[in-house]
């Protein structure tokens, strides 16, 4: 099994709302992501957490907030965005961050469709 | 840093051979990823090298020359279900192993 699921796979949100991205595995995986990609391009990485600790920000603003409560969920607190956020949000998971082949494939879920208005 | 290019579209016909080439010039390697995407879906794991030499699975197969910074995916009895984009993903040597995408080459194979 190399299931990762998402809620919500829509959302509609204006730039006053407070809403949450869900992200879930039961793969045993250690490490969790969090892609933001835009229509035609690639996802470029946000964040990364290792055995429930934040690892990597890569400079993302602060008005995206993410949260790992536990080994299989990975959330990403939205507040104050803006249109140009609007994107399709990707999570994915590995079984952790070693370098060790075989050991680092990232499985990613189908994604939530955001569109700020 | 990383910077890699791939061809931004490819077209094909159904039955046919197609070729898409990677090449990546990093600061560090260590293993390089296919990834097929189809239009507002999620990327799909298809390969993952990380020696010199030719990876198959099935009617998808992945090579991979590290000294020339290049690699390429082959896909054999193409179908209209391969239309996609395929993203080349390198993976480096720093302590987080992190990807790192090409923009993808968006192959359209025809009747």
């Known amino acids: 099994d190399t299931e990762v699921t998402q809620t919500p796979k829509h959302l509609v949100m204006g730039m006053t709302n407070k809403k949450s991205l869900k992200c879930e595995q039961h793969m045993g995986h250690r490490a969790m992501y969090w892609y933001k990609q835009k229509a035609k391009k690639p996802p470029e990485l946000m964040f990364v957490y290792s055995y429930e600790k934040l690892s990597i920000n890569e400079s993302v603003p602060s008005r995206f907030s993410p949260e790992c409560p536990n080994s299989s969920l990975l959330n990403l607190h939205l507040h104050a965005l803006q249109p140009e956020d609007s994107a399709l949000y990707l999570c994915?998971?590995?079984?952790?961050?070693?370098?060790?082949?075989?050991?680092?494939?990232?499985?990613f879920g189908p994604g939530t469709r955001l569109t700020v208005l | 840093g990383q910077n890699i290019d791939q061809p931004t579209e490819m077209t094909a016909t159904e039955g046919a051979i197609v070729q898409i080439n990677c090449t990546y010039q990093t600061s560090g390697f260590n293993g390089l990823f296919w990834y097929q995407q189809h239009a507002g879906e999620a990327p799909t794991f298809l390969s993952y090298n990380v020696l010199d030499g030719l990876e198959e699975k099935g009617r998808f197969s992945s090579f991979l020359s590290r000294s020339k910074g290049y690699s390429y995916l082959l896909l054999k009895e193409l179908q209209m279900k391969d239309s996609a984009s395929y993203l080349c993903?390198?993976?480096?040597?720093?302590?987080?192993?992190?990807?790192?995408f090409g923009k993808g080459t968006m192959l359209l194979v025809s009747p």
């Open positions: 994915a998971s590995s079984q952790d961050l070693s370098a060790a082949p075989g050991t680092d494939t990232q499985y």
């Open positions: 993903a390198v993976r480096d040597l720093a302590g987080y192993s992190t990807l790192t």
